[in-house]
């Protein structure tokens, strides 16, 4: 049963295995850390965390594990990924950005995603998704949640009914379009986790959103969780 409410707070600690290495980011050419070498306390953007991941990392993995959605982990790298997600959004609208200090990403989708008060996709915007889903299924080793978000316009009440109707949406199209349903978790926000705070319908739209966060796991973290 999907958990339409949940209030997220407080920091997560998170420490990543592996090694120190240098890479090069491939979205910006520079040398910098390793992802697999920094751990310590995860940042967040608009108050997500890792550790507030929608029915839990560790058992969100193995069910992944277990319905076989994981690939390959030799050779991934999320900076490749992410790159590779902005390039084929180009224009759409869509933005892509690190959160929990680089622990995943998150995307988000704009206000056009679905018309005026509507939970269906747009027709002008599912060619973008399956950018988006394609993507996700070529590098299928992550957690998927989505949100869903709405402006003050409107009750609160039907404002977070709209927000879940619209996060289970873009969740549905993803998996039709090849992204293992044991990946993907929903979430409704309704009004509560505001971009702006504004009432002029100018800067409004930026309110009304879906953001689908991506949370990679190594291979030692899906072998726990499937020992468990």
Same mark, same amino acid.
């Given at each position: 049963?999907?958990?339409? =409410? ?9 420490? +990543?295995? $592996?090694?120190?290495?240098?890479? &090069? ?14 751990? /310590?306390?995860? /940042? ?13 990392? &560790? ?8 319905? /076989?959605?994981?690939?390959g982990y030799v050779g991934y790298n999320m900076d490749k990924q992410i790159k590779e997600l902005k390039e084929n959004t180009a224009g759409s609208g869509v933005d892509v950005t690190e959160v929990d200090n680089g622990n995943? %990403? ?7 995603? %679905?018309?005026? $008060? ?8 599912? *060619? ?5 889903? *394609? ?18 316009? /409107?009750?609160?009440?039907?404002? @977070? ?15 039709? =379009? $090849? ?13 509560? @986790? +505001? ?21 990679? %796991? ?11």
């Amino acid at each position: 049963m999907q958990i339409k =409410r949940i209030l997220i707070a407080g920091a997560a600690s998170v420490a +990543l295995l $592996g090694t120190s290495a240098c890479v &090069t980011d491939p979205n910006t050419g520079e040398q910098k850390i390793s992802r697999t070498a920094i751990g /310590g306390i995860g /940042g967040a953007l608009g108050g997500y965390l890792l550790g507030g991941l929608i029915g839990g990392k &560790t058992a969100r993995i193995a069910g992944a594990v277990a319905g /076989g959605a994981i690939g390959g982990y030799v050779g991934y790298n999320m900076d490749k990924q992410i790159k590779e997600l902005k390039e084929n959004t180009a224009g759409s609208g869509v933005d892509v950005t690190e959160v929990d200090n680089g622990n995943a %990403f998150l995307v988000n989708l704009p206000d056009v995603t %679905f018309p005026t $008060g509507s939970s269906s996709i747009s027709a002008s915007f599912q *060619a973008t998704l399956d950018q988006v889903a *394609a993507n996700l299924v070529q590098y299928p080793n992550s957690l998927v949640d989505v949100y869903g978000h709405t402006d003050t316009v /409107g009750s609160s009440s039907s404002n @977070q009914a709209l927000s879940e109707r619209r996060a289970q949406s873009v969740a549905n199209y993803l998996t039709s =379009r $090849g992204v293992a349903a044991s990946r993907i978790r929903w979430q409704g926000f309704g009004e509560t @986790q +505001l971009k702006v705070q504004t009432g002029d319908n100018v800067n409004e739209p930026l309110n009304r959103r879906v953001e689908i966060k991506v949370i990679p %796991f190594t291979e030692a973290e899906a072998k726990a969780a499937a020992g468990q």
